[in-house]
């Protein structure tokens, strides 16, 4: 399964954006997906997770009440609406997929990943 993650941009902050995540090769319908986030000369950390149905979700505590994922497996699409953004969210944002649920927040547990999108918020 290749994943290509995209819509980053630029953000004022308290800002908007919704970033995608497009698998082909197969489909993402039996994998958990989610979202991490690298900042310049940071580690890789953990944003959010939904499992393979959608019916479960989990987020960092810097995401929950403002980032939420999504997905659409008719279409094989993932998604982070982020919202009241701020400028400690600036990073690129990579989407993932991975077989096992109870390790959703630990970059180990993914198989797959797709390339950054970037995402800048500036004050």
């Known amino acids: 399964v290749q994943l290509q993650a995209f819509g980053g941009g630029s953000a004022q902050a308290g800002g908007s954006l919704r970033l995608s995540c497009a698998a082909s090769g197969g489909t993402i319908s039996s994998y958990n997906m989610g979202w991490f986030r690298q900042a310049p000369g940071k580690e890789r950390d953990f944003v959010a997770a939904?499992?393979?149905?959608?019916?479960?979700?989990r987020y960092s505590a810097s995401a929950g009440g403002r980032f939420t994922i999504s997905r659409d497996n008719a279409k094989n699409m993932v998604y982070l609406q982020m919202t009241s953004l701020k400028p400690e969210d600036t990073a690129a944002y990579y989407c993932?997929?991975?077989?096992?649920?109870?390790?959703?927040?630990?970059?180990?547990?993914?198989?797959?990943w797709g390339q950054g999108t970037l995402v800048t918020v500036s004050s």
């Open positions: 939904i499992n393979y149905s959608g019916g479960n979700a």
């Open positions: 993932a997929g991975s077989p096992f649920w109870s390790g959703s927040s630990d970059s180990r547990s993914y198989r797959y």
